[in-house]
């Protein structure tokens, strides 16, 4: 069994989820904001992965609707190279294009205030990230044939 780190890795902040190869379901775990250089947010994400006993990473990878990659898609690219290199763990990338409006989706029939809403969006977004991932992929990371 390999536990996953799911990365929503945004503007302001880095939403987290964790999950594992057998359960297959991700949860929720913690939103960090995203301050200092990229090798600090690189830092704080390992932090966490070690303390949670993740072994991976999937990094959501926001493109563009027509599957192009912009500036946020290769931002969060450069990151996650510099996040695979420093921590010498896989780091998987998955579409993520509507990850937080799918989180948006859910806390919409929560009884949330807007600001509790926006403090747990990110760890939404990634949640869905890494069970986007789980649901598409095998444990050995190749699409699934189901």
């Given at each position: 069994m390999k536990k996953l780190l799911g990365i929503d890795y945004g503007l302001r902040r880095i939403g987290l989820a964790l999950g594992d190869t057998d359960a297959r379901i991700a949860v929720p775990l913690k939103v960090l904001v995203r301050d200092g250089d990229i090798r600090g947010q690189v830092d704080a994400v390992i932090e966490v992965a070690e303390e949670y006993g993740a072994d991976e990473f999937v990094l959501g990878l926001p493109l563009n609707m027509d599957d192009s990659v912009g500036k946020q898609a290769k931002i969060?690219?450069?990151?996650?190279?510099?996040?695979?290199?420093?921590?010498?763990?896989?780091?998987?990338?998955?579409?993520?294009?509507?990850?937080?409006?799918?989180?948006?989706?859910?806390?919409q029939q929560t009884e949330l205030t807007h600001k509790q809403k926006k403090a747990r969006r990110d760890a939404l977004a990634a949640t869905v990230i890494l069970q986007t991932f789980f649901d598409t992929h095998t444990d050995e990371g190749t699409p699934s044939l189901d």
């Open positions: 969060t690219q450069s990151f996650g190279k510099l996040l695979g290199e420093v921590s010498k763990s896989v780091v998987h990338e998955c579409d993520e294009r509507l990850s937080s409006a799918a989180a948006d989706d859910y806390m």
